[in-house]
């Protein structure tokens, strides 16, 4: 027993030692703890271990055999010979304890140990560890589906595999921005910024955005933005969860392909010419002096060619036409067949001899063209009106003008080119 | 009276803190939650601990948490009836002690008592 006065200093220095939430105690080579704290006592003799001042060694054995001098004469080498090395103990009541083990040799004859009982962390990451396994899981078997995790500017946080196969991008993908990933010049452009607002707002925001892939393909994703909210409920991050629709969005687009699409000879309509001519007529809205030249073609006596072939031999000379004049004019033209031998063109930002020329090499194109069907030779020629106009807000005008100049050619002889 | 006392509990309820300090052993004597009521000489010594740091406070957790474990804590908390007697160590002055533990609950009495006999 102590008699010695308790100084206040020291009690509190002793409280503080008492209530150490870790588990310390010092050995000697002989394995004699001289020192231990309250929570090693409590920890030992709650796991069912040798707790007992001349038990050092049996301690150290009972955690850790390879800690032990199998001969127990003395320490090892001084030095950190165990940093939270995990160990697992069962109490005598069954439950499994995780506990993390240290010990350092100061010297021959001294060895300092603690132990932290640290079940309830490993349990938490065990936790953790299960349920991170089981969402790349998830992202590993989603079909047809990615989710993109984003931090609250919308930059990528993380990769994953629904990610990398649905779209190709790797893990160089962290980082970016995700409005990088939608594409630029889509025809449903889609501001990210303002769909992130209304998620906070309402928890979630839902659009429809073509997104680019790593080989330059885009994909349309059926999306779903959802806020993730803190402890606080305070906005943390956002989640994307997208479909891939680009089927259905093809199966669309074919059906309003079909729509603006003359069957015979795949050429536009006059539905698809309107639709087409639209955006030239906005930017001419929009005060931008753009010039358009339509050019009429009318094929030459066609009602001999259908009386002389017959529906099928003049549906072939329609569609002979038509792929020549796909071959002759590119891809940033209208092509359009208006109905039953009349077709037109539409050229942008074109020069009116550039336009005539093009028209004349078309004429001269097919007279050199003989369409070779059911064994026979089938010569057609085509009369063409060309007129132009600039800055205009409506075709119907212009069209009209390269009509007039078509039945001009016609009155002059056909197989040949006018200018409106 | 001594620590083997069968009687124990009822003398312990009737004698004054004064009289507690004048046991040749240790006595704890705490509310059924763990409080701590009285604190004798003896204890508050061998502990390093004065009566003020430990009275009013919890003794499992925040006195000696050496017992706070199934062996101590839990039988007090668990067994209204409870007189056991077990060999302990306490770290007294964090040097590890054999103790001898005297564990004393009964409904019939208003505290229970932990009595450390070296």
Not at chain 1, 153 to 165: G, H, M, V
Not at chain 1, 171 to 179: K, N, Q, R
Not at chain 1, 200 to 227: K, M, P
Not at chain 1, 306 to 326: E, F, I, K, P, S
Request: proline share 4%; charged share 25%; glycine share 6%.
């Amino acid at each position: 027993m102590n008699d010695q006065p308790i100084a206040g200093d020291e009690e509190s220095l002793l409280q503080f030692v008492y209530q150490f939430p870790v588990a310390v105690l010092r050995m000697s080579g002989a394995g004699v703890i001289d020192l231990m704290n309250p929570r090693a006592v409590s920890l030992l003799a709650g796991l069912g271990l040798p707790f007992q001042a001349t038990q050092g060694w049996a301690i150290l054995e009972a955690l850790d055999p390879t800690l032990c001098d199998p001969v127990r004469a003395h320490l090892l080498e001084p030095g950190l010979v165990a940093e939270q090395r995990p160990v697992e103990r069962r109490d005598p009541q069954g439950r499994l304890h995780h506990l993390a083990l240290t010990a350092i040799i100061v010297n021959a004859n001294s060895c300092m140990v603690a132990i932290e009982d640290v079940t309830s962390r490993v349990l938490q990451e065990r936790q953790l560890a299960r349920e991170r396994q089981s969402l790349t899981v998830v992202l590993e078997a989603l079909q047809g589906y990615f989710v993109l995790m984003l931090d609250l500017d919308l930059r990528i946080t993380q990769p994953n595999r629904s990610i990398e196969r649905l779209l190709g991008h790797g893990s160089t993908i962290m980082g970016c921005a995700c409005s990088e990933l939608l594409r630029a010049d889509s025809s449903e452009p889609v501001d990210l910024a303002a769909k992130a607002e209304l998620a906070v707002r309402q928890g979630w925001a839902s659009f429809e955005a073509e997104y680019r892939c790593a080989d330059g393909r885009t994909i349309w994703g059926d999306t779903i933005l959802t806020t993730i909210v803190d402890s606080a409920g305070d906005p943390s991050a956002f989640v994307i969860v997208a479909r891939d629709v680009s089927e259905r969005r093809r199966r669309e687009e074919a059906l309003i392909d079909q729509a603006l699409t003359d069957p015979l000879t795949g050429l536009l309509n006059r539905r698809g010419l309107s639709a087409r001519v639209a955006p030239w007529l906005d930017e001419a809205r929009a005060g931008k002096a753009l010039t358009i030249s339509a050019l009429a073609l009318d094929i030459d006596f066609f009602k001999r060619v259908n009386d002389r072939y017959g529906h099928d031999g003049g549906d072939a000379v329609l569609r002979h036409l038509g792929q020549l004049l796909t071959k002759q004019f590119r891809r940033g033209d209208i092509v359009a067949r208006l109905g039953g031998e009349e077709f037109v063109v539409l050229l942008r930002d074109t020069p009116d001899a550039i336009a005539l020329a093009s028209a004349e090499r078309m004429r001269q194109l097919l007279e050199h063209s003989p369409l070779t069907w059911k064994g026979e030779t089938i010569s057609v020629t085509t009369s063409i009106g060309v007129a132009s106009g600039v800055g205009l807000t409506e075709v119907e005008r212009l069209l009209h003008d390269a009509d007039l100049a078509l039945y001009r050619a016609k009155a002059e002889g056909r197989n040949r080119v006018v200018a409106g | 009276m001594d620590f083997e006392d069968t009687t124990g509990l009822a003398q312990l309820e009737a004698m004054s803190p004064q009289e507690l300090d004048e046991l040749a052993f240790g006595v704890v004597r705490m509310r059924a939650d763990g409080e701590v009521v009285a604190y004798n000489v003896w204890e508050s010594k061998m502990a390093g601990l004065s009566k003020e740091r430990v009275l009013a406070r919890n003794f499992f957790s925040e006195v000696a948490p050496c017992t706070n474990n199934y062996l101590v804590a839990e039988r007090f908390l668990n067994e209204p009836e409870l007189d056991a007697t077990l060999a302990y160590i306490f770290t007294l002055r964090m040097k590890p002690t054999p103790v001898t533990l005297r564990l004393l609950r009964s409904t019939k009495a208003n505290h229970m008592y932990l009595l450390v006999q070296r």
